[in-house]
């Protein structure tokens, strides 16, 4: 979803290429927030680069100041939905009244099947109509879920709020590719930084306020629902109130690409073919041959160097992390607030703290993909035993939440779990995003996504839904536990292949090997200048 400067990538320099790496890295370690770290990490590696000539903040330095503003307090405002981590003790509250086996087994699953569906859509669609549409569709369907939330009464109704859900979630790399369309590539790390902390911040505020509601302020389920509908509906009309880019990644960027190439080819005819009308009238309205042109595009290109990516251990590794442990973590947060209803059935509205913990667990979150940023350590070795290490105590933390019956210790574990995801995504982005060039880099992200929800579908399927084992939510976790085991038994496997080869092949290597495993941090580093040629003349690092 990447369309580079006029040259082509191929021609970048390295400085530039670095510059890249830059923005994906700070927009990971500047925090993440719930279901967005995935949309944005892909995002930042798709920022598109200007045209030639002047930039835009030179041309129109407070327009482009403003907007970026404007649209890092709509990140703000469109996250704060107070009510949103309370909606399941709603629909199991006495004001909705349905059983937890339906929540569990017929209306949460649907989210995970809308997500799959949307997702390559919403995907394409962001490029094709330049990043506004699909941000007014997503809050028209925030709208819709709170509108459902307050009147629905039925089970098929809650079942559309979960669709309606999956598309919000889906249309979220709308925000995080729209800020890079308003500045030049030096203002990339900047920007991505100011987009992710006014989402953190946003989410942040909504869980606490949320949790201020119902414990000091004694607010019902259905007043606090309409607070968040109040809110995400002055997110919609922020959405209206947002400029429509000029420019986006793929599509209008190709055709800007074209006109240039007319106008250019017009500007360079030769006396001879102005003396040759007709000839010349001939030769161009022969039209290209559309399936050379379809083979030529970028996007196809790009699809066939994907089967390069299998071919690099390192990009391998943490590919196959981002689509299994992702998947796992989001079935746990998908089902994690029905487990704390049945540990701790709340009484009274006070007695919910998801709010609270949402809050806690977002922090947490915050301040351990920052800490990722100054990691030390050589990749090349123990990056399968770190991961190994980080997945056995996320299966460690599953087991004790699955059966404890202390809601303080299942909220611990909570927080827990996710502050150990979130350490892990800005280094797996890193180590992705370091050997691809930008539109690589987006589709390998875009492809891990759509696995990974491929999979969460399959899963929710066989273990959640009512057509497979529709299992209950404490049996849910324990299958949780069982595959988190399994990805940890795998992982320690590999890590000792690979530190085994490492050792033995040290002393043959002699000092040189020292050099090459020298500790790296969470930043660009060329270790390796050369480049491997892309199929469409383009390079990427190898």
């Given amino acids: 979803m990447v369309e580079d400067d006029a040259a082509g990538s191929g021609d970048r320099s390295e400085g530039e290429k670095e510059l890249d790496l830059k923005v994906l890295a700070s927009e990971d370690t500047d925090g993440h927030v719930e279901d967005g770290e995935v949309e944005m990490a892909v995002s930042a590696s798709e920022a598109p680069s200007l045209s030639e000539g002047l930039p835009v903040e030179a041309k129109q330095p407070r327009k482009w100041k403003w907007a970026v503003i404007f649209l890092c307090f709509y990140g703000f405002m469109s996250s704060i939905k107070p009510g949103e981590p309370f909606i399941t003790p709603y629909l199991l509250s006495s004001e909705k009244n349905f059983t937890r086996k339906e929540v569990t087994n017929e209306i949460t699953p649907v989210l995970t099947y809308s997500y799959m569906v949307v997702l390559v859509p919403a995907f394409l669609l962001t490029d094709l109509l330049r990043y506004k549409p699909v941000l007014i569709i997503q809050g028209i369907s925030q709208v819709v879920i709170w509108l459902i939330l307050l009147l629905g009464t039925t089970l098929f109704e809650m079942q559309m709020m979960e669709f309606f859900y999956g598309i919000t ?208 350590i050589r990749w090349n070795v123990w990056s399968e035993l770190v991961i190994g290490i980080i997945t056995a105590l996320q299966a460690g933390l599953l087991l004790l939440m699955g ?82 085991t399994i990805l940890t038994v795998v992982y320690f496997v590999c890590a000792a292949v690979v530190i085994f080869r490492h050792y033995r092949n040290q002393p043959r290597a002699g000092g040189r090997a020292e050099d090459q495993a020298t500790p790296t941090e969470l930043s660009p580093v060329a270790v390796n200048s050369e480049a491997e040629p892309l199929s469409n003349g383009k390079s990427a690092k190898a």
């Fill in 169 to 376: 979630m889906a249309c979220r790399v709308a925000y995080s590719s729209y800020i890079f369309s308003l500045v030049s590539p030096v203002l990339y790390q900047r920007v991505a930084g100011y987009s992710r902390t006014s989402v953190l911040l946003g989410v942040f505020t909504s869980s606490v306020l949320g949790q201020l509601c119902m414990s000091l302020g004694n607010v019902s389920f259905y007043t606090l629902n309409a607070i968040s509908l109040g809110f995400v509906s002055f997110g919609l009309l922020l959405a209206l109130c947002l400029p429509w880019p000029k420019r986006s990644l793929f599509f209008n960027q190709m055709r800007n690409q074209e006109r240039k190439e007319l106008a250019a080819s017009e500007a360079t005819k030769s006396e001879l073919d102005k003396m040759k009308p007709k000839e010349s009238e001939a030769s161009s309205a022969a039209p290209p041959c559309s399936s050379s042109r379809w083979k030529d595009s970028i996007f196809v290109q790009m699809l066939l160097e994907v089967r390069n990516v299998i071919r690099r251990p390192n990009l391998r590794l943490w590919s196959l992390w981002w689509v299994f442990n992702s998947t796992g973590y989001y079935l746990v947060l998908f089902y994690v607030h029905i487990l704390w209803n049945k540990v701790y059935p709340a009484t009274e509205n006070k007695d919910v703290y998801n709010g609270g913990v949402e809050a806690a667990s977002t922090l947490l979150s915050a301040i351990t993909s920052f800490m990722a940023g100054y990691v030390k």
């Fill in 403 to 484: 059966n404890t019956n202390n809601i303080w210790v299942c909220y611990t574990a909570y927080v827990l779990f996710r502050g150990f995801y979130q350490f892990l995504v800005p280094i797996a982005t890193f180590q992705i995003a370091s050997s691809l060039t930008k539109e690589l880099c987006a589709l390998v992200f875009g492809i891990n996504t759509f696995l990974g929800t491929i999979l969460k579908s399959i899963i929710s399927l066989i273990f959640s839904d009512k057509r497979g084992l529709a299992l209950d939510v404490h049996s849910q976790f324990l299958v949780y536990f069982i595959y988190f």
